[in-house]
């Protein structure tokens, strides 16, 4: 039970840093951008308005995968407190999507996410019981 416990709070501090760093990076190579939605309004936020440097702020920023993948490693944090793993497919999901990104984008930080949930993955099927045949 410890070692999942470990394994999970791993994935989560890889998923809410690779998550956080983006976010950051994000927001400082386009800050401009974000400054100039305050400017003119929560609907120049919407990047089908404008489909320029506007709309890419958008998606590699507030619109990207980053929150989300944050909240999920503080979910996973969460739930390796009380000794309750994420689902095993939760684990595979990560890893193949961050691998189909950290192909796409070479090089790029996806690797780490790859390890967060093959983390998820061997922590789930440690504690979640294999079903056998029934004992007598």
């Known amino acids: 039970m410890a070692g999942s416990v470990t394994r999970l709070r791993w994935a989560s501090g890889i ?6 760093g983006h976010l950051a990076l994000i927001g400082t190579l386009a800050w401009t951008d974000f400054a100039g939605w305050v400017d003119r309004g ?13 709309g890419l702020a958008f998606w590699a920023g507030p619109g990207s995968f980053g929150v989300p ?29 961050c691998a189909v990104g950290g192909l796409l984008l070479v090089p790029s930080p996806f690797v780490a996410g ?12 440690e504690v979640t019981p294999r079903p056998g045949p029934p004992r007598a």
Request: charged share 10%; glycine share 10%.
């Open 15 to 20: 998923m809410v840093a690779l998550g956080a």
């Open 42 to 54: 929560v609907w120049a936020a919407v990047p089908l308005l404008d489909e320029t440097r506007n």
């Open 69 to 97: 993948l944050v909240l999920l490693g503080c979910l996973t944090w969460h739930l390796a407190g009380r000794g309750t793993p994420p689902p095993a497919w939760l684990g595979w999901a990560v890893a193949a999507w």
């Open 114 to 125: 790859v390890v967060a949930g093959a983390l998820i993955v061997a922590a789930a099927r």
